[in-house]
């Protein structure tokens, strides 16, 4: 069963148009975060929620933002996508900050 | 700010045979985790092994094992008998064990292993 859910798998965006990409858990773990993986590079931390406090790193862009409402989910919102953010989007998850963190399958994001 | 280089993009094995991914990496922390992620196509990432940098021990875990250098910061990972199975992108990673650093994840580019019949 699969314990670490995005939504949707790919996505294609227009240049400029607000997008959002869903990840949802049945973990009930305490951390979330986003990576950023670019075509034939590392992925990249781009922020994560400790329950509610977020923490952005500090080279993510403001274009990126992040929501979680509950435990169970989290949203990524790219509000003005550019072709340079077309790339698989990867949530994770982990129990505390120490602890194995477990991967969804990733959002590929597709700019037009 | 520590890095994590993987300087094969791409490896390949006979089915049943050993294979070595290689992995270094810089940082000027005493403790931290390195980890072998496993990303098959289409699915999500998930762990092979891992390894705490105060044990001098090598991690284990049935077929896959490391080679963990602290001096020579260097992490490889070997896999034996490969199955096609195996055959996926193998991320190496580390993490550092201050708490404050907020389980982050810094990646290596990756190693495309493919495993031939």
């Known amino acids: 069963d699969a314990m670490v859910i995005q939504n949707p798998r790919y996505q294609v965006t227009q240049f400029g148009k607000p997008v959002t990409l869903s990840c949802s858990q049945t973990l009930n773990h305490n951390v979330m975060y986003w990576y950023q993986q670019k075509s034939s590079q590392a992925p990249k931390l781009l922020f994560h929620?400790?329950?509610?406090?977020?923490?952005n790193e500090a080279d993510t862009p403001d274009n990126f933002q992040s929501r979680r409402p509950n435990t169970s989910f989290c949203f990524l919102d790219i509000r003005s996508p550019g072709l340079g953010d077309a790339a698989m989007y990867l949530c994770?998850?982990?129990?505390?900050?120490?602890?194995?963190?477990?991967f969804g399958q990733g959002t590929r994001l597709t700019v037009v | 700010a520590q890095t994590v280089t993987q300087s094969q993009p791409e490896m390949s094995v006979q089915e049943a045979e050993t294979v070595t991914l290689s992995c270094t990496y810089d940082t000027s922390e005493s403790d931290y985790y390195l980890f072998w992620y496993k990303q098959p196509p289409s699915r999500q990432m998930i762990l092979v092994i891992r390894q705490e940098a105060y044990k001098q021990q090598n991690a284990t875990e049935n077929r896959f094992s490391v080679n963990f250098q602290k001096a020579a910061k260097s992490f490889s990972l070997k896999i034996s008998d490969s199955q096609l199975g195996d055959a996926a992108m193998y991320f190496c990673a580390y993490r550092s064990a201050t708490y404050n650093q907020g389980g982050k994840l810094i990646f290596g580019q990756g190693t495309e292993l493919s495993v031939k019949p």
């Open positions: 994770a998850t982990s129990r505390t900050l120490d602890t194995e963190a477990f």
């Open positions: 929620y400790y329950d509610k406090d977020f923490n």
